[in-house]
């Protein structure tokens, strides 16, 4: 047993370092003994049944972190039902929260409706004003994300105004980003994430205030400034580098390649994918590897030779030859469609105007994929 809650405890930690597919091995090495039942009194019961839920819970956290959202529910629904044979309220409304948020967040909207009036209905019988906050901020969420911003930023203010009641810093910095995302490109959104992150480097709170600066990073590209999502990315990246997310290291690499690229700052282009390839092979990641062949062949833009077409052109191919053995991931795909556009781009300079055809053709065909995932 306490073997199983060591693992609980480490997949917890690997989770928040951004490990999650090691942290959900150890979740399932705890869950499988924690699951093992005994006979007592003509009736089989589980060893630990709250430990159990706890393991559960932290497990569905990592399935709806890589993506793997039906084993995220499925996980909540066991926990939902032993805390409903154990009689633990107070768990119940938790797992029902949860529940709420995962299928709100995936279009199951009625069901999730049903999970968070039964979560707030319980919390807010059993005087849980924490939990009637949170259930608020998951309704918030799940608002604005299908797109139903007045509605999802009334009830994210609500969630504010409690937790500010409760003076629960961590959960006002959680709000105020929340807020700053469902403002959509606006200035208004800059200025909420600019309290979360106030707020985070209060509590030192350093995952937090990474995952604000990547928000900060994203909004401010979405309002055309490109210098302050570069500068928000490399506060981003080096919060990552310190916190020892690797994961994270590797999307702010790819980010701020992809801000650069588009700013035309092609010397500091060059030096962050010469690290995003080192970190990619050091991972032995085929995609960030992609990305980083790719973006050392737009380098070559800033080169005079009379070659440099053919050079960028290979290099390129190297690219997409990589992005063609994970074909059907996202990441993959796109930059795939992004290496088929920029050799149909050295084709034309070139001169080769059937080669740069088939190459548009291949982007379309890249393009219309990633439309339909």
């Not at 809650?5 to 499988?32: C, F, P, R, W």
């Not at 159990?52 to 993506?67: F, K, P, T």
Request: hydrophobic share 40%; net charge negative; charged share 25%.
């Amino acid at each position: 047993r306490q073997r199983a809650q060591a693992e609980v405890l480490l997949g917890t930690i690997l989770i928040n370092a951004g490990e999650t597919d090691g942290a959900i091995n150890q979740l399932e090495q705890a869950k499988e003994f924690l699951a093992k039942s005994i006979e007592f009194e003509n009736n089989s019961i589980f060893l630990d049944p709250h430990e159990l839920s706890q393991a559960l819970s932290e497990l569905a956290h990592g399935y709806e972190l890589v993506g793997k959202w039906e084993r995220s529910v499925d996980c909540l629904q066991q926990a939902e039902k032993i805390s409903i044979s154990v009689g633990d309220a107070a768990a119940l409304a938790t797992y029902q929260a949860n529940l709420g948020l995962v299928l709100g967040l995936h279009s199951q909207l009625q069901e999730a409706s049903l999970k968070l009036k039964a979560s707030l209905e319980g919390r807010k019988k059993h005087g849980n004003r924490l939990g009637v906050a949170e259930c608020l901020l998951s309704e918030g969420i799940i608002e604005y994300k299908q797109g139903n911003a007045k509605e999802g930023m009334t009830k994210l203010n609500q969630a504010l105004t409690h937790f500010k009641e409760l003076q629960d810093k961590r959960a006002m910095a959680n709000v105020y980003m929340h807020l700053g995302i469902a403002s959509g490109a606006s200035q208004q959104g800059i200025v909420h994430l600019e309290s979360a992150l106030l707020i985070h480097r209060e509590v030192n709170d350093l995952i937090g205030e990474a995952d604000v600066l990547k928000s900060m990073a994203i909004l401010h590209a979405r309002l055309s400034s490109s210098d302050a999502a570069c500068k928000a990315w490399q506060d981003c990246l080096n919060l990552q580098r310190e916190i020892g997310n690797l994961a994270g290291v590797k999307l702010s690499l790819l980010s701020l390649c992809f801000e650069l690229d588009g700013a035309n700052k092609l010397h500091d282009l060059q030096v962050y994918s010469g690290e995003l390839e080192e970190v990619a092979r050091k991972s032995n990641d085929i995609d960030a590897l992609a990305a980083s062949q790719f973006f050392k062949a737009r380098c070559m833009r800033a080169e005079t030779g009379g070659d440099r077409h053919n050079r960028a052109i290979a290099m390129t191919q190297t690219a997409l030859d990589l992005c063609r053995k994970n074909p059907n991931s996202q990441q993959s795909i796109e930059i795939a469609a992004e290496c088929c556009k920029f050799m149909s781009e050295n084709f034309n300079s070139m001169g080769r105007e059937a080669d740069a055809l088939q190459a548009k053709k291949e982007e379309a065909s890249y393009r219309e994929r990633l439309r339909k995932q």
